[in-house]
T-cell receptor
């Protein structure tokens, strides 16, 4: 059973526009959520996180929104840049981030110049 | 300390052979994780250590897999009697106590191909 779901395998966005990547989760015990970015032949790189006590966290061009009642989070990238082209993974953890991260399958973002 | 190091980067082995991978975490990190990633999937949790203690093992970690972290520093992951289904990217990550606000730092992975 997939506890973290990223239902869009790919997304294509024009440079300068907003990229919105979505993630749903099923485990109500999750209380920490993270986004990772992965380039080919590299390990995933931590991007941004949010705890369940917040509904928004912003870091530069990246903003994560959390809707606990819907068990849904999203990552917004504004403005999108060609260097943002990568696979983005949503991940979640329980017990104040103590349990091992559970990852979604990822969404491949392509930013077109 | 430049991050999490994994060795080797690539490994091709014949079915039935044993392989061992090494991970050197960030020195101040006391947690070390092993994940496996196959094509089209996200990283799947295998096992993790807090210092030298192995605290959790996934059901994905069959009896052919064993991981160690002697002295709470580097870790090794051994796969015995490899099968073609073991072909994957094996990722190591480290963190302070828990994911918190900073997540895990991942290495570049070891890509295993079983022929």
């Amino acid at each position: 059973d997939q506890q973290v779901k990223q239902n869009s395998p790919s997304l294509s966005v024009q440079e300068g526009r907003i990229s919105i990547l979505n993630c749903d989760y099923t485990n109500s015990m999750f209380d920490y959520f993270l986004w990772y970015k992965k380039y080919p032949a590299e390990g995933p790189t931590f991007l941004i996180s949010i705890s369940s006590i917040k509904d928004k966290n912003e870091d530069g061009r990246f903003t994560v929104f959390l809707n606990k009642s819907a068990k849904h989070l999203s990552l917004h990238i504004v403005p999108s840049q060609p260097g943002d082209s990568a696979v983005y993974f949503c991940a979640a953890s329980a017990w104040v981030g103590n349990t091992p991260l559970v990852f979604g399958k990822g969404t491949r973002l392509s930013v077109i110049a | 300390d430049t991050g999490v190091s994994q060795d080797p980067r690539h490994k091709i082995t014949k079915r039935g052979q044993n392989v061992t991978f090494r991970c050197d975490p960030i020195s101040e990190h006391n947690r070390l994780y092993w994940y496996r990633q196959t094509l089209g999937q996200g990283p799947e949790f295998l096992t993790y250590f807090q210092n030298e203690a192995q605290l959790e093992k996934s059901r994905l970690l069959s009896d052919r897999f064993s991981a160690e972290r002697p002295k709470g520093s580097f870790s090794t992951l051994e796969i015995q009697r490899t099968e073609q289904g073991d072909s994957a990217m094996y990722l190591c990550a480290s963190s302070l106590e828990r994911a918190g606000n900073y997540g895990y730092t991942f290495g570049s992975g070891t890509r295993l191909t079983v022929v």
